[in-house]
Nanobody, 122 residues
Framework: QVQVEESGGGLVQAGGSLRLSCTASGESDDYSVMGWFRQIPGKKREGVALATRGGTDTICIASVKGRFTISRDNTKNTVYLQMNNLEPEDTAMYYC???????????????WGQGTQVTVSS
């Protein structure tokens, strides 16, 4: 079983930056793909960005392109989400996920972290 642990959320003013980190442990084949998702209460969980062990990065949401960057350090089994120029609309619970399928849909992932809150004030 894969364990996933996130860190790095917090409160920031609009225009500010945050970096989220997520480390996976367990069977390495089960976290060949790692990604970030976000969810607002009452809304569906949506994919934000994915990173594969082989070096393929995907931004899943058009509204974060040019502002968010995902990166991965395979030596540390860690994926990062650098979020710049944050907007109030980015406020959400951010979850890290690990799996084998390169797909922005949440159903593609079986292992999830507890989530870290990101709040952007206007």
């Amino acid at each position: 079983q894969v364990q996933v642990e996130e860190s790095g959320g917090g409160l920031v003013q609009a225009g500010g930056s945050l970096r989220l980190s997520c480390t996976a442990s367990g069977e390495s084949d089960d976290y060949s793909v790692m990604g970030w998702f976000r969810q607002i209460p009452g809304k569906k969980r949506e994919g934000v960005a994915l990173a594969t062990r082989g070096g393929t990065d995907t931004i899943c949401i058009a509204s974060v392109k040019g502002r968010f960057t995902i990166s991965r350090d395979n030596t540390k089994n860690t994926v990062y989400l650098q979020m710049n120029n944050l907007e109030p609309e980015d406020t959400a619970m951010y979850y890290c996920a690990a799996g084998r399928i390169h797909n922005c849909g949440s159903s593609a992932f079986k292992s999830w972290g507890q989530g870290t809150q990101v709040t952007v004030s206007s």
